[in-house]
């Protein structure tokens, strides 16, 4: 029996990835998961290469399976992920005691490798960009839980200066939109309520039907999917501020399942950097964005990524982006200080900022958005909000556990018949991280 550790680093959409492995696997080979890296004879490494120190942590992590493989040679060490793409076959000069190298784009293949592994002690090497084929095998497992990701588009076609992804996942494609649909009605069947749609920039989505010609963009998508009616909320990550125009903004007055929740990373609030990171749109343009989508609901929360210390960033520069983080009351973010990748534009500019002065910088910001992500929180006290019932709290089976639109925790007494539903909650307090209060009936 193959017992399979898998180990995976990076966004959502390598976590997805994770998760076909999981069901090709299990559907292709005789096979069990385990949890601890110890108790099992294949072992998979699925990686991200968005930021620095990827390659590092690549090999420490595989010098630790170095050790268990030097006690049992039969063991299998996959490694795939952006870093695979990549670097390809230069992990294996590195770290020659492993067996294959898959890619983003090959993980449907990965049940075949192992095989063929057994009959060769040759390192199997197959990173190439082979599109959406990843996805024709459509099986939907059981799910134990109301909420799951489905992947909509891969790749990108922006530039962004500083950027590898178009790199390791290619160019843009967008996956037919019956397949997607047939997906998430089989996801239905498993309970499945709430789906978040994935893409490096989901709202450029664009599918043309080769046999009748029709075209479907994102907003029709999202009408598509909303038309499903066990579908109780939709969500997507991530979207560019280049493309949300405005009929996905006008989607939000139309579609009441999208959630009150929107993820649109501006980066910089410096019209200079914008530029230098060949982002597309000023901050004027995403202010206006942003109102355009208040207009159409008033209580949208908005999360955003930032790059802070990118080439060039100065006082001035970063006191934008405080500026803007402020005025956009942004409820959450994804920050991090700028990492020079191989090969991107961003990586042949100037650099002078002292690391010294973008760990003070990042840590602004952090501290500002934690303060209004709690002002967000003491807001939602009082108020009445859609939660989704994911089942009862392990400590107090009386009670049921939730989360709201912005995916904040909440208890609250209900009954069994409602795991699984969608329904309104009168939020009285917050205990730690929790929210607790009333169902409304
Ligand atoms: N397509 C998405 C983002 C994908 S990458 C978009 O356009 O917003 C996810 C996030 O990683 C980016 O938003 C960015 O903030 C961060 N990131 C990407 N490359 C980076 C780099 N070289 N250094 C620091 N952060 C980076
Ligand atoms: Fe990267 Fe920019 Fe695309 S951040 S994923 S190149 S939109």
């Not at 178009?166 to 843009?172: A, I, L, Q, S, V």
């Not at 020079?340 to 042949?348: D, E, L, V």
Request: aromatic share 10%.
């Amino acid at each position: 029996m193959k017992k399979i550790y898998i180990k995976t680093w990076g966004c959502q959409m390598n976590e997805n990835d994770s998760f076909i492995i999981k069901r090709t696997l299990k559907k292709k080979l005789q096979c069990t998961y385990v949890n601890n890296s110890k108790k099992a004879n294949i072992l998979i490494l699925n990686t991200c290469s968005i930021r620095e120190k990827a390659q590092e942590k690549l090999f420490h992590q595989l010098g630790r399976w170095k050790k268990i493989k030097k006690k049992n040679s039969k063991i299998i060490i996959a490694v795939g992920g952006c870093v695979a793409n990549q670097e390809g076959k230069k992990i294996y000069k590195r770290a020659p005691y492993i067996d294959i190298i898959f890619g983003t784009q090959t993980i449907h293949l990965l049940p075949k490798m192992i095989e063929e592994k057994k009959n060769t002690k040759k390192i199997l090497v197959d990173a190439k960009l082979k599109g959406m084929q990843k996805f024709n095998i459509i099986f939907t497992p059981k799910y134990t839980h109301y909420k799951t990701y489905v992947t909509i588009t891969e790749g990108c076609n922006k530039k962004c200066s500083f950027c590898v992804v178009p790199t390791t996942r290619g160019k843009e494609i967008s996956r037919p939109y019956k397949d997607i649909l047939f997906e998430i009605k089989n996801m239905v069947r498993q309970n499945i309520r709430e789906v978040t749609l994935l893409g490096q920039n989901v709202n450029s989505y664009l599918y043309i039907d080769k046999n009748s010609n029709n075209i479907c963009n994102f907003q029709e998508l999202l009408y598509k999917i909303s038309k499903i009616e066990e579908i109780k909320r939709i969500r997507f990550i991530t979207s560019h501020p280049k493309d949300f125009n405005n009929k996905i903004i006008d989607s939000y007055k139309k579609i009441p399942k999208l959630v009150n929740f929107l993820h649109l990373p501006i980066q910089s609030g410096s019209d200079k950097i914008l530029k230098l990171m060949k982002r597309g749109y000023t901050v004027k343009r995403y202010k206006k964005i942003i109102t355009n989508i208040l207009k159409a609901r008033p209580n949208m929360q908005i999360s955003s990524d930032f790059i802070i210390g990118f080439p060039g960033e100065t006082e001035k520069d970063f006191n934008r982006t405080m500026k803007i983080i402020s005025e956009i009351n942004f409820d959450n973010s994804f920050s991090f200080i700028y990492s020079k990748r191989p090969n991107t534009i961003a990586s042949k500019l100037i650099d002078n900022t002292t690391l010294q002065e973008k760990k003070h910088r990042l840590h602004k910001v952090q501290k500002q958005i934690f303060y209004q992500s709690m002002q967000w929180n003491r807001r939602i006290i009082g108020t009445t909000q859609n939660i989704l019932v994911h089942g009862t709290y392990k400590k107090n089976k009386k009670k049921l556990i939730g989360t709201t639109d912005s995916n904040r925790i909440v208890r609250f007494y209900g009954c069994d018949s409602e795991i699984g539903k969608i329904v309104s909650v009168k939020i009285n307090g917050m205990k730690k991280k929790y929210f607790y209060g009333n169902i409304k009936k």
